[in-house]
Nanobody, 124 residues
Framework: QVQLVESGGGLVQAGGALRLSCVAS????????MGWFRQAPGKEREFVTA????????DYADSVEGRFTISRDNAKNTVYLQMNSLIPEDTAVYYC?????????????????WGPGTQVTVSS
């Protein structure tokens, strides 16, 4: 069992930056692949980025490639999402997720555990 809690969301102007954190409780965090997803009002939850358990593999949605960076610190049971050059279209609730199953890092249905989410609002 893994519990996830996100933090770091807030209101930022377009062009600004935010760093989200997701702290996991429970054992064996280092064995989980970790992902970030987001959901805007009226839209489905969509993949943003993910990182493999050892940090060697990272995947990004085209919409955030080059602007967002995912990283993890297994000693701190934490995964980070650095978001730069934010645009209003990035406005959403951002969710941290963990999965132990093999398969695509970007497939939402493979993720076992989810955090409650943190709101990110980018003003124009």
């Amino acid at each position: 069992q893994v519990q996830l809690v996100e933090s770091g969301g807030g209101l930022v102007q377009a062009g600004g930056a935010l760093r989200l954190s997701c702290v996991a409780s429970g054992r064996a965090f280092s064995t989980y692949h970790m992902g970030w997803f987001r959901q805007a009002p009226g839209k489905e939850r969509e993949f943003v980025t993910a990182i493999s358990w050892n940090g060697y593999t990272r995947d990004y949605a085209d919409s955030v490639e080059g602007r967002f960076t995912i990283s993890r610190d297994n000693a701190k049971n934490t995964v980070y999402l650095q978001m730069n050059s934010l645009i209003p279209e990035d406005t959403a609730v951002y969710y941290c997720a963990a999965k132990s199953r093999a398969g695509s890092l970007s497939l939402r249905t493979l993720y076992n555990y989810w955090g409650p989410g943190t709101q990110v609002t980018v003003s124009s």
